[in-house]
């Protein structure tokens, strides 16, 4: 997986780091409010290793409000972003799933010189709050994609739009050149779970493009 930009949603950043932030000192007051805090600094004032830190409260105010939030914003970036209620308030459209359909290529038959009919197309997208994979597979050309970078470029309505470079790899070796890089733009209806969307690459001496028309089968 790797990281991606989410389309000028600086601002609502900001908002969620406030938010986690208050939910952060309202975890800690109540860990006050149960002795929680009280009992780590008993051990701060009767563990020897800790007495220089004493002073800062090392475990009981630096430590803890740290492992608190990044125990918050862990969930949050795994889990709790798919909510359906926070997912409207950050705008980032959760896009997780498994899609089949088909792409059409301008690549041509290295026999007959005619474009090749449309194949089956797999796509896997893992997605978490920070980082995103797309992963496509063409089984009858024995050749797989895997994204390198990307972002959202648009949401709305229902429909998110996602830019990504990719490397493709194939155990094709009387092609001309197994591997190459290429652009996929695709747009995700959330409603239905079609997609469609475009692609180009710079695969051998004439590079191809096409497009592609998938549905979502699971998520």
């Keep these: 997986m790797h990281p991606y930009s989410k389309g000028g949603m600086r601002k609502k950043n900001i908002l969620l ?7 952060v000192s309202i975890i800690y007051s109540f860990l006050q409010k149960i002795g929680i805090i009280q009992f780590l600094e008993i051990i701060e004032k009767n563990v020897d290793i800790f007495s220089p830190l ?22 949050f970036n795994r889990y709790m972003w798919k909510c359906k209620l926070l997912n409207k308030l950050i705008g980032l459209p959760n896009i997780n799933g498994k899609y089949e359909g088909i792409l059409q290529s301008s690549f041509k038959d290295r026999t007959t010189g005619e474009p090749i009919p449309a194949i089956p197309a797999i796509l896997e997208v893992v ?46 070796f009387e092609i001309e050149s197994t591997s190459h890089d290429g652009m996929n733009i695709l747009r ?6 079609m997609v469609q969307g475009e692609y180009f690459n710079n695969r051998g001496v004439v590079p191809n493009k096409g497009y592609m028309d998938l549905n979502k089968i699971n998520s």
């Design 17 to 23: 780091i406030v938010l986690l932030v208050i939910l």
């Design 188 to 193: 995700f209806n959330l409603d239905n779970g």
């Design 127 to 172: 997605q978490t709050y920070d980082e995103i994979k797309f992963c496509i597979s063409f089984p009858e050309t024995n050749s797989s994609s895997r994204s390198n970078m990307g972002g959202l470029i648009s949401f709305e309505g229902n429909i998110a739009e996602f830019a990504f470079t990719y490397r493709n790899n194939s155990r094709d």
């Design 54 to 75: 004493i002073k800062w409260g090392f475990i009981s105010i630096v430590l803890t409000p740290i492992v608190i939030f990044w125990i918050i914003y862990e969930l």
